[in-house]
T-cell receptor
Framework: QQQVKQSPQSLIVQKGGISIINCAYENTAFDYFPWYQQFPGKGPALLIAIRPDVSEKKEGRFTISFNKSAKQFSLHIMDSQPGDSATYFC???????????FGGGTRLMVKP | EPEVTQTPSHQVTQMGQEVILRCVPI?????FYWYRQILGQKVEFLVS????????KSEIFDDQFSVERPDGSNFTLKIRSTKLEDSAMYFC???????????FGDGTRLSIL
């Protein structure tokens, strides 16, 4: 019940296209959903996060869509660029503490 | 921009030896965390620490692991008797407060021989 399932494992998108990464969870106590971007040799860097009181949050080219009833959330990267090539992790934590439960990661490659 | 720093970047240790991984969290942050990432797998929570005590820990964080804030700036993870399966990237993170965004360091790669 603590799992966060992420798909796809890998994704190839052409420059200028839209990258979409999906996550699903079971634990209804989860109430904070961040996305992290990780480049090789670096730690995860917080990209954008959402709480369940809103269905969508946008920051620049990055948008989180959240569907509370389906227990799903997704990251959309608009106008994808080669510099966006990285591994993306969704995560979740519940209202009882700070532990982040991570999804399995998606390796994104944006082709020029 | 303030960042979490971790040392060393790579640690090679013989199985059965003790190892200490070090972290300097962001200076005004109050909550500190350790996560690990086995090669090719997802990031896994180990422990959170606040006010000089453990606030949460996972099943992975057994008696072989301990954390300490020995002074006002460092936060350490000690593994008492390392096993081959402890080989992983270990990430330190910190946050300003409870349920605030967590900021990660670049990790220490621990290799157990």
């Amino acid at each position: 019940q603590q799992q966060v399932k992420q798909s796809p494992q890998s994704l190839i998108v052409q420059k200028g296209g839209i990258s979409i990464i999906n996550c699903a969870y079971e634990n209804t106590a989860f109430d904070y959903f961040p996305w992290y971007q990780q480049f090789p040799g670096k730690g995860p860097a917080l990209l954008i996060a959402i709480r369940p009181d809103v269905s969508e949050k946008k920051e620049g080219r990055f948008t989180i869509s959240f569907n509370k009833s389906a227990k799903q959330f997704s990251l959309h990267i608009m106008d994808s660029q080669p510099g966006d090539s990285a591994t993306y992790f969704c995560a979740a934590s519940n209202n009882a503490g700070n532990m982040l439960t991570f999804g399995g990661g998606t390796r994104l490659m944006v082709k020029p | 921009e303030p960042e979490v720093t971790q040392t060393p970047s790579h640690q090679v240790t013989q199985m059965g030896q003790e190892v200490i991984l070090r972290c300097v969290p962001i200076s005004n942050h109050l909550y500190f965390y350790w996560y690990r990432q086995i090669l090719g797998q997802k990031v896994e929570f180990l422990v959170s620490f606040y006010n000089n005590e453990i606030s949460e820990k996972s099943e992975i964080f057994d008696d072989q692991f301990s954390v300490e804030r020995p002074d006002g700036s460092n936060f350490t993870l000690k593994i008492r008797s390392t096993k081959l399966e402890d080989s992983a990237m270990y990430f330190c993170a910190s946050s300003e407060g409870q349920r605030q965004p967590q900021h990660f360091g670049d990790g220490t790669r621990l290799s157990i021989l």
